[in-house]
């Protein structure tokens, strides 16, 4: 091997390192909770989301969750698998299954786009970002807040709410019993979700 090409393979492995150094990939926490909730003229409904694949990457420069800015959230992605969707039934189970069409588009994807701002109240803070969901094959832009809260073992947790509605995503509300029992076509993704280094 020539004298140039080491120093130039040395070169590359150093700039790969510091570029490496430069962001801080956190671990999904085990415990986490994610549930779909809805409702129909009859009863409410629900299903807990019991898979979830994270990358989430931030610059390095974060050392407690004071340092949160926007421009230091460097990729959120979240794919969830429709088969690890369930409910309390294997009937709504099927259906949820269906309805998002899972053979044809087995995982639900949401990825950040930006994050607009970020407020400290207290000892939590305040997050505003957009970002797209795509679930039965459709993309849906979202606007969500989030709660961002640190505990003693120096987790991340990261909790809210989104609203969100089965037409953003074309899926017809169901109905059953000859149309006598009708979904309502807003629903809501509830989510409380701890990461570590």
């Known amino acids: 091997m020539t004298s140039a090409l080491l120093k130039t393979l040395l070169l590359l492995l150093a700039c790969t390192s510091a ?20 409702t129909s003229n009859l009863r409410d ?38 088969q690890g969707i369930s409910s309390s039934t294997r009937g709504l189970t099927g259906k949820i299954h269906k309805y998002l069409k899972k053979k044809k588009h087995p995982a639900i994807i949401f990825a950040l786009e930006q994050v607009i701002a970020v407020e400290q109240k207290g000892d939590s803070t305040l997050i505003t970002a957009q970002g797209i969901i795509n679930a039965a094959g459709k993309d849906q832009q979202v606007t969500l807040q989030v709660v961002a809260s640190a505990d003693e073992n120096g ?34 993704v509830r989510f409380n979700l701890s990461f570590s280094r």
């Open 19 to 38: 570029a490496a150094a430069q962001s801080l990939a956190l671990k999904l926490v085990p415990g986490y909770q994610m549930r779909i909730e809805g």
């Open 45 to 82: 409904w629900g299903a807990d989301v019991n898979q979830i694949d994270i990358e989430f990457v931030l610059k390095n420069s974060v050392a407690t969750i004071s340092d949160l800015r926007p421009e230091v959230f460097e990729k959120m992605t979240l794919n969830i698998p429709v």
């Open 155 to 188: 987790h991340i947790t990261i909790s809210g709410s989104q609203p969100l509605t089965m037409t953003g995503f074309d899926i017809k509300p169901p109905t059953a019993v000859f149309a006598t029992i009708k979904a309502v076509d807003a629903f809501e």
